[in-house]
């Protein structure tokens, strides 16, 4: 059995808005594996239209009057260097496209990670609605791939209000 260079990266399934209990708990792993993290963005407003015999990929935007969504790679880089500053492990930031479950799944295959770290969603009747048609990307991750997925309640203990998934 051939031991990948990366074998055993922890990769974090990061947002501009990802609360510090993720990427505290993300980091942690990293360092209890002794390595690295990645620090995967996934831009939901474009995919993927070809790759070079290489495998670099080229993407489209999905819609041409969306820009927002290109500054959100800059906000997750200003989030890592904020909440991985003084942590005593290496990290990167990935730039992914397309479906997030799909996306985090191949970069997790390419890098042979040991787990996937994302969060839960967010509280109330717009996240649960958005959740019902797109579905749980933990969930989906779960029962598409075989490496172990990490969710991290956004709430600390203390700060959960119920299970009510209508009340914010």
Do not use: C, N
């Not at 051939?2 to 993720?22: F, K, M, Q, Y």
């Not at 993300?26 to 996934?42: D, I, M, P, W």
């Not at 191949?106 to 969060?119: N, S």
């Amino acid at each position: 059995m051939s031991e990948h260079v990366d074998s055993g990266t922890v990769i974090l399934g990061a947002t501009p808005d990802l609360p510090a209990r993720v990427w505290s708990e993300a980091a942690r792993y990293a360092g209890l594996f002794g390595r690295a993290l990645v620090v995967a963005h996934v831009d939901v407003t474009r995919f993927v239209t070809y790759e070079d015999p290489d495998g670099t990929p080229h993407t489209a935007p999905i819609d041409l009057s969306l820009t927002a969504a290109s500054h959100e790679l800059d906000r997750v880089r200003a989030a890592a260097e904020q909440h991985l500053a003084g942590v005593d492990i290496s990290w990167t930031v990935r730039s992914l496209v397309g479906d997030p479950a799909m996306a985090l799944k191949a970069l997790a295959d390419e890098v042979d990670a040991a787990v996937i770290v994302v969060g839960t969603r967010r509280r109330g009747f717009g996240e649960t609605l958005r959740e019902f048609f797109t579905g749980s990307v933990a969930a989906r991750l779960a029962h598409r791939q075989h490496r172990p997925v990490l969710v991290v309640p956004l709430q600390e203990p203390s700060t959960v209000v119920g299970d009510d998934p209508w009340v914010e």
